[in-house]
């Protein structure tokens, strides 16, 4: 089993008006055969954890830590990470032209593992991931996402993830732009990579409806950038019939609060 661990993270980023804090203390972990899903409204920091984790280096770790199985993960570089198994589905996949599906995602899978994969065995798995996302033959020879609409970029994200098979998967609001049908072709996928329980999942959504495919052990609440409250999955129906108001209410008298003790 393993274990990525995040400690009191506090990230921040430079805007035109200066420093801007963004996550303000997240603490959460997640062991290989878990799913955690994180949800909140729109500027809660959900997208910011899912760089930081991938290193994205617009955003400064001003304090905290995340460990994957005790290494520091801050200190590893971007493909440093993605070779110790941390992979991170886009919100919004980047176009890379004049680069084949087929010649990206096999030198990907040889800088991870450290060696080539066998031709034909790698052949015949890219073959039968591609038919189980019902992504057609013919977007092996494409450029990678060139041209491709939001729910194909889409697939051809749970597409690495299943080539790849990362120890913890950021999947960062992946059901955005998804129709119904879309929508179950990637849970499926998902749900494939996951069911072998050698990796774990952090799932970031703004809603329940890709919970009903992909099942989740925890669900975490984001509201400017803090986990304000956890449970099992009877959470996120909660949040469905609910909204997430009352918690934006709550963090709002709390910076209220705040604001006023430090005039005091």
């Known amino acids: 089993m393993s274990t990525l661990e995040i400690k009191d993270l506090h ?4 805007t035109e008006q ?14 290989t055969g878990e799913t955690h899903a994180i949800m ?29 199985d005790g290494e520091d993960v801050l200190a590893m570089s971007v493909d440093e990470r993605a070779r110790a198994g941390v992979f991170l589905a886009m919100q919004y996949p980047v176009e890379v032209p004049g680069v084949t599906m087929t010649n990206f995602l096999r030198t990907a899978k040889t800088a991870i593992d450290g060696e080539a994969p066998a031709l034909r065995t790698w052949t015949k798995d890219v073959k039968a991931a591609m038919q189980q996302l019902r992504i057609d033959a013919d977007f092996a020879q494409r450029n990678v996402n060139e041209g491709f609409s939001g729910g194909e970029k889409k697939r051809v994200e749970i597409l ?25 072709v990637v849970s499926e996928g998902v749900n494939r990579a ?13 809603y329940t409806r890709i919970l009903r495919y992909i099942k ?14 956890e449970g099992g999955p009877e959470l996120a129906d909660r949040l469905e019939e609910e909204g997430y108001d009352r918690y934006a209410k ?15």
């Open 40 to 68: 909140g409204p729109n500027g809660s920091g959900k997208s910011t954890l899912a760089s930081t984790i991938a290193g994205h280096p617009r955003y400064n770790v001003t304090s905290g830590s995340i460990t994957l």
């Open 216 to 229: 989740p052990d925890f669900v975490h609440v984001f509201v400017d950038g803090q986990v304000v409250e």
């Open 250 to 264: 709550g963090a709002g008298a709390a910076s209220v609060a705040a604001a006023s003790a430090a005039q005091a």
């Open 11 to 14: 990230v921040s980023i430079e």
């Open 194 to 206: 996951h069911a072998t329980g050698n990796m774990g999942t952090l799932l970031i959504t703004h």
């Open 160 to 184: 690495q993830l299943e080539l790849f098979k990362p120890k913890f998967a950021v999947l960062d609001e992946t059901d955005s732009g998804l129709d119904v049908d879309a929508l179950k």
């Open 18 to 31: 200066g420093t801007k804090e963004i996550l303000k203390g997240v603490s959460l972990t997640i062991r």
